[in-house]
């Protein structure tokens, strides 16, 4: 960061599960005035200090893109997979919820009276910018989709993005991960996947309408905020012109979108479009389960 560079407000990374957004935190990450919770923040989340480390991903761009795409850079999502303890120390952009429970932050908020340890977030995250040496604190967590009201209230001049893709390809992909069987589904009073298929429902078709619940309360959410702290992009335009949508992006946060270093990194990583999977995987017959996204497909001109 240049030393006449002012700190800008934290950009907020939201988003349905499985729609780009893991993919769009790291490219953002990338940027030499990029600020990020790193995976050493979140053993210790009260240690702002610990974002000293972000600056060694500077220093070693080639172990970097390794650590954060995979050899073949094209896999942002590399959080369950199998990696070196090399990698597994190297500082890398994670979503960070124990940052935001060390202030109490809760990942739904209902609406209640802000308290002071609440109030100790905006510090935190700033303290969090300024010692990685950045000027934009990226924020990725799906728990934000149920909190933009609290975080909007606690910095008021905070930036959100909103990362939307065809739900139909969304639900296939989170049919796919190992982490969703067992996950808590917060609309459906905590029960699991695993819960869903047991009673004999389509497991596809929670998938479904987990997507349509999330894209629901994100729009209550960002309705909060005003129009001009909100951008939305389509994964559908990000894999198809990524410099162009990350430079809108860049632009949006208060990055420079044509930083030389930021570029020639982007350069070097992938962006496969991974939309045609469901259209070719799921059966005909099975498609039914898909019908209760269809109001929200059409609001969102993907039918």
């Not at 970097?64 to 896999?75: C, E, H, I, K, P």
């Not at 069987?181 to 298929?197: F, G, H, K, L, S």
């Not at 479904?208 to 960002?222: D, K, M, N, P, S």
């Not at 994964?235 to 946060?253: C, K, N, Q």
Request: net charge neutral; charged share 25%.
């Amino acid at each position: 960061m240049t030393s006449d560079a002012r700190p800008q407000p934290p950009l907020f990374i939201v988003g349905a599960p499985r729609s780009g957004t893991s993919l769009v935190y790291r490219a953002l990450a990338l940027h030499p005035d990029a600020s990020w919770i790193n995976n050493y923040q979140r053993r210790l989340p009260g240690v702002s200090a610990l974002a000293v480390l972000n600056r060694l991903g500077a220093r070693r761009l080639d172990q970097r893109r390794a650590v954060w795409f995979g050899a073949s850079g094209d896999n942002a999502y590399r959080y369950n997979t199998s990696r070196s303890l090399a990698e597994r120390f190297f500082p890398q952009p994670v979503e960070g919820e124990p940052v935001f429970e060390h202030c109490d932050v809760p990942e739904a908020w209902d609406g209640s009276p802000v308290t002071d340890k609440q109030r100790r977030l905006p510090g935190l995250l700033a303290r969090t910018t300024g010692r990685s040496g950045g000027r934009v604190l990226l924020s990725k967590r799906i728990g934000h989709n149920r909190r933009i009201g609290l975080l909007h209230k606690l910095i008021p001049q905070a930036r959100f993005l909103d990362v939307t893709r065809d739900g139909r390809a969304v639900a296939y992909s989170l049919s796919r991960v190992d982490w969703w069987p067992e996950m808590p589904v917060w609309w459906w009073d905590d029960r699991t996947p695993q819960e869903w298929a047991a009673e004999g429902k389509d497991p596809l078709e929670l998938c479904a309408r987990h997507w349509v619940e999330e894209t629901r309360v994100i729009e209550e959410g960002l309705a909060s905020v005003p129009a001009g702290s909100v951008l939305r992009i389509r994964y559908e335009d990000l894999v198809a012109d990524p410099s162009r949508v990350l430079g809108e992006v860049a632009a949006f946060a208060g990055l420079d979108p044509d930083n030389a270093v930021w570029q020639a990194e982007l350069s070097k990583i992938s962006f496969p479009d991974k939309n045609a999977a469901w259209n070719a995987e799921i059966p005909a017959e099975q498609r039914a389960a898909l019908a209760v996204m269809d109001d929200q497909l059409n609001t969102m001109g993907y039918r």
